[in-house]
């Protein structure tokens, strides 16, 4: 499992180098009948939402948690019923050779900078020894990256899963089933959310990276469980919780990583459902909160219920 414990490893698209090649299971997982305490349109808990509105036939909307787990990439029947049962799947960002070239780039500098003259030799020389320590290529190839891109090295030292993210094996049953695939953003703005903030904030998100290393494991148990459960509540709160110290920085990253993103998958979102029966898959915190999609949606017109 990806050994991530901040948002920032929610958004696991910009990771996606180190994926490995997998599927989703072909046999969906059995779920008991219980119902989830609370009305249907309680945005506290649950994973799988039906869209009504804009004359057309119902939409989906499904929240990922961006890992290889096989407890999480084996779909919940209800998930893949609807799944296979849609006529187009959404995703984030569709993910191609092009878009991985774009990220690799953007992750090093091109100005003739190095790491080690944005954070000090001290602080350089702790980050090459963690990393030699996880893996040697890795630190080799650290000298000219940037600070956020260091930080999802960290967060990429592997996800235990072994096996394709579950955006991503969306993606290729997709593209198996001859589903039409679109993306409600681009590569370069994914990029975009960690690459254009200032180099300081950059090295308080690597610091505060470097300082929690060590209860990651544990935190992403805590994500995992409240993903199974459905528990949208909880899912934010541990997101709280593991927040940087630095509130300032943190609340630039929420902004572009979430309230920003949300207003745009939103609104780009819109084309697939007045066509109907589409299933959308994004980052399950993109669902919950008043600048959550779930909100957005409803606030715009949309009929929401959950459900699963």
């Known amino acids: ?42 945005f506290g808990k649950g994973l799988l939402w039906r869209i009504d509105g804009a004359g057309a036939a119902p939409s989906y909307l499904f929240g990922t948690f961006h890992t290889s787990d096989p407890r999480i990439t084996t779909l919940p029947c209800p998930v893949q019923q609807a799944f296979d049962g849609a006529t187009s799947y959404t995703m984030e960002v569709i993910m191609n050779g092009a878009g991985l070239v774009s990220m690799a780039e ?51 030292a592997g996800d235990g899963g072994g096996g394709l ?3 991503m094996a969306l993606q290729l049953r997709a593209t198996r089933h001859d589903k039409p695939t679109y993306g409600l953003e681009t590569m370069q703005e994914q990029i975009a959310v960690f690459n254009g903030m200032s180099l300081d904030d950059q090295v308080v998100l690597l610091r505060d990276a470097l300082q929690t290393r060590h209860t990651q494991e544990h935190a992403m148990e805590e994500l995992t469980a409240a993903y199974l459960a459905r528990d949208l509540a909880a899912i934010t ?22 309230t920003a993103r949300n207003r745009n998958m939103a609104e780009r979102m819109r084309a697939r459902l007045k066509e109907g029966n589409a299933f959308v898959a994004v980052g399950a ?16 017109g949309y009929r929401v219920t959950r459900l699963y």
Request: aromatic share 6%; proline share 4%.
């Open 1 to 42: 499992m990806r050994t991530g414990t901040r948002l920032w490893r929610w958004t696991g698209l910009l990771g996606l180098l180190l994926l490995p090649l997998a599927g989703i299971a072909a046999e969906c997982r059995a779920v008991a009948p219980e119902r989830i305490a609370g009305a249907p349109n309680d």
């Open 106 to 156: 953007a992750m090093f500098f091109s100005d003739g900078k190095t790491l080690e003259d944005v954070l000090g030799a001290a602080l350089y020389q702790e980050v090459v020894a963690i990393l030699t320590q996880q893996d040697a290529a890795k630190a080799r190839a650290v000298r000219h990256m940037k600070p956020w891109a260091v930080m999802m090295a960290f967060s990429g």
């Open 165 to 167: 993210f579950l955006d």
């Open 237 to 258: 709160g541990l997101n709280d919780k593991y927040k940087p110290a630095d509130l300032r920085v943190h609340a630039e990253l929420m902004d572009r990583l979430l």
């Open 285 to 300: 915190l993109h669902l919950p909160g008043d600048t959550g999609l779930l909100r957005l949606l409803t606030n715009a």
